[in-house]
Structure formats: C-alpha cells, structure tokens
C-alpha cells in the first residue's frame, strides 16, 4: 500500500516535470517554427454540423474563440466553450439565445414564417449587438479592399448591388456604413459573387466573413423551424463549459536548445542565426523579453507562462471523459492550431471519432494539455506531443536561417444557406436599421460551473 502510494507520487511528479518540458517547448518551437500554410479538411456539412459551426461564429465576440458540440440523443444539448473567460453577460446572451431557439422551434410545423418573425428579428439584433466588435473589425479589411480596388470590376459591382439594396450606401464614407446592415448586404452578395469567374479569393473570404452573423442567424432559424429539428430543438440546452486558466513555469530558452545542439559553440551559432532573423527575434522577444526592460532573457528559468485549454480542447476532454467514441464534430469559430490538430491526432488513434475542419498550423504558447481523468491517456498524449515537438525543434536548429513569414489565420462561416424565408427575414430587419446597445463585462466566477 504504502509503496503503491510512493509509485504513484513519482509518476505525478514525472508528469509535472513532463509537463513543464512539454510547456518549455512549446514557447521554443513557437519561437523558431517555420509557419505552414493553413490548410481544410473537406467535410459533408450536414445540417448538426452547420448549426454548430454557425452556432460558434454567432457565439465568438471580441478575438474570442469559441467551440461548439451539438450532442443528439433522448435530447438536444449543446456544449460550449471559449478560450477565456465566461463573463455574465455571455451567459445572460448564451441564455436568450436558448429561449429564441427553443420559441422558433415551438411554432407548429408548416406555420408559415409570418409567425417567427419577431423571434427572427430579435434574435438577429441580439447577435448583431453582441458580435459588433467582431463585424467591426472583418468589416474594417472589407474596407480596406474596397478602398484599394475601386477601379476593379468585381469592387464596382459590389458598389452596384450595395447601393442599390441599401439606402444611403456611400463607398466613400464607408466608416459611417451600419455593420449589421451589410452584413446582410455581404451575406446575399456573396452568393452571386461566388459564381462569377475572376472574383478574387481574398475578397470573397472578406465577403464571407462580414456576411457570416446574418448567414448564421439565418441557417440557426432555418435550422430551428426544420420540422427535422423541432422536438430536438424545442427543449435544446446549451451547457457552457467551465474556461481552464493556469500559470506554468517553464525552463529557458537555452536549456531546450542546449538539449538539441551538441557544445556550446554551436548553441551559440544558432542563438545568432535566430537573433539575426527578424521574425524569430521578434517572437523570441515576445515570449522572453523581460516585461519592463524588454531585454531577453534566454538564460532565465522558470518564466511564468499563462496557459489556456483552447476552446475545442475543453470540449473534446469532456468528450473523452464520457468516453464517448461516436462521430463527433466539433465547430470552431476559428481553424484549429497546430497543437489541437496534434491532440485530435492522438485521440482519433484511441478510438475518437472526431471530426475538425480547418487548421491552421501555428503553435501558440497559451496552449494548454487537457487534464483527462484517464491517467494513461493523459501520459501518452504527452509523449505523443513532446515527440512532435521535439521534431520540430531538431529540425529547426538544424535549418534555422529559414525566414519566417505570419499568415492570417481565421475565417467566415458558411453564408451560401438557400432558406430564402429566413434569409429575407433577417435581411428585410437589417435593411430597416437597429438600434445598438452598450455592453459591461462582468466575468462569471467558476464556482458557477456545475459540471
Ligand atoms: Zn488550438
């Protein structure tokens, strides 16, 4: 008994300083990584799937990120997480948002769209006013296209259409356009717009992104009024999972590298190399620069790091402590990250079936290993990351004068939804105007969470 105990402690403390390793590493394969294209994995978006994802994009406010499960068995509930904290007003929102789906959904079946469409449009100005922030800033590198490209046709017939479905759209005042509005503009635009041969990508991805909250208000009620849907939905629960935040301390830089490079010498040639990359040395003095000398510290352990289980982590750490191996989408309002890619990896080879759209390879020294209740699970999924890492490094030391370029990471949610009753729903309350409402931020105490 006594020694069953004493075996334990060890593993936990060998897990810690795995761990801790595990976290070091990560701020220095941050650091050097060459950064890879993003990449989707093409997958059927049946209609579970599109209400999630569309569910996230509506529910991701701010540079928040949030992952959404949709689990359908005697009843509909759905799991919802982000990669902060909850703050009481997202719960006040997550909890109107419940109350519009389960009233849409209650309506008869066949009651025609006359009857929902105050639900429609309250539940559009809510999503509107909650992810204004979000509209802002996508509509922000709308503008910047438009602005850029006035001469080109595609921007010219954008301008068209825009004028002639919004009143008083001005493409030279275009700070003063109403984000919401537009965003119904962009929605229906980018269906036509999709089909013309020569429309740049870039703009469509624009498009996509700003029409993105009317698409999702409209999908989520065509979604709700579906006579498929109307019992699942009439009693739907959306559970919020509880944000994991912890401080890690990690080993310097110099450490993890000494690790890979055979003397001194050559620690020292490739510190140089990096330093002499712009890119890395910036990322190297983000992640070890003294806080208010900003002097580097690559010699200097135990720096403290905040970590955070990425919203899609928490999510599938619930999924994995249910043991549940049936089909699981899991909708992100972002690509997943290299590390979440990596875990999802590892928890397909145990039986997982889960499946992710995009990602997009960049590793984030915020990202935090899900704490599963299953010990072995969480031991190996720790070597399985290490080792990756671990490969990265090598091969990064060994090819460090690569330059390093950043991409842009996040994108729209689907907009091409046919449910046209919906659509001029939503479209006709936008087009009217709204009003806009402040917010407060309040953050939501754990003790909340019962999970
Ligand atoms: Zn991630």
Not at 113 to 131: F, N, R
Not at 281 to 299: F, H, S, V
């Amino acid at each position: 008994m006594v020694n069953k105990k004493k075996n334990w402690l060890t593993e936990r403390d060998l897990y810690k300083m795995s761990e801790k390793e595990l976290y070091s590493k990560i701020c220095v394969a941050e650091s050097i990584k060459h950064v890879d294209n993003a990449s989707d994995e093409v997958i059927d978006m049946k209609d579970p799937y599109k209400f999630s994802y569309n569910l996230a994009t509506i529910l991701a406010r701010d540079r928040e990120v949030v992952a959404v499960r949709l689990k359908i068995s005697d009843d509909c509930k759905v799991y919802i997480s982000k990669n902060d904290n909850w703050y009481e007003e997202d719960v006040r929102y997550i909890d109107r948002i419940q109350k519009y789906l389960r009233n849409i959904s209650k309506e008869s079946p066949g009651t025609s769209i006359e009857s929902s469409i105050k639900i429609i449009e309250d539940l559009t100005d809510e999503v509107m006013t909650y992810c204004f922030a979000k509209l802002e800033y996508r509509f922000e590198k709308l503008e910047k296209d438009i602005i850029r490209n006035r001469d080109k046709e595609h921007i010219k017939s954008f301008i068209r259409y825009a004028r002639d479905n919004l009143e008083g759209f001005d493409p030279d005042n275009l700070h003063d356009v109403d984000k919401s509005e537009i965003s119904g503009i962009c929605c229906a635009y980018y269906k036509e717009a999709k089909n013309v041969p020569g429309t740049p990508e870039k703009f469509l991805g624009h498009l996509k992104k700003v029409g993105s909250y009317a698409g999702s208000v409209i999908d989520i009620a065509a979604c709700a009024r579906n006579e498929k849907y109307k019992n699942l939905f009439s009693n739907i629960k959306l559970r919020i999972l509880k944000p994991v935040i912890a401080d890690q301390l990690i080993y310097s830089w110099e450490d993890i590298i000494k690790g890979f490079v055979r003397d001194h010498v050559e620690y020292e040639k490739v510190k140089n190399e990096c330093l002499n990359d712009s890119h890395i040395a910036e990322r190297l003095r983000k992640i070890y620069g003294d806080e208010n000398t900003n002097q580097l510290q690559l010699d200097v352990d135990n720096i403290k790091q905040r970590v955070c289980l990425h919203a899609e982590m928490n999510i599938l750490a619930n999924i994995i402590d249910q043991g549940d191996k049936s089909r699981v989408y899991i909708a992100v309002s972002k690509r997943y990250c290299y590390l979440c890619e990596l875990y999802i990896d590892f928890a397909r080879k145990r039986g997982y079936n889960i499946i992710i759209s995009g990602k997009h390879k960049k590793i984030y020294r915020g990202w935090k290993l899900p704490f599963v209740a299953d010990a072995n699970f969480r031991i190996q999924s720790l070597k399985y990351i290490l080792e990756n890492l671990d490969q990265i490094i090598e091969s990064q030391v060994k090819h460090y004068t690569k330059s390093l370029r950043a991409d842009s990471d996040s994108r729209g949610s689907s907009v091409d939804s046919e449910n046209r009753s919906e659509a001029e729903v939503v479209f006709g309350y936008l087009k009217r105007g709204r009003g806009r409402r402040g917010h407060e931020k309040k953050i939501v105490p754990l003790s909340e969470f019962n999970q």
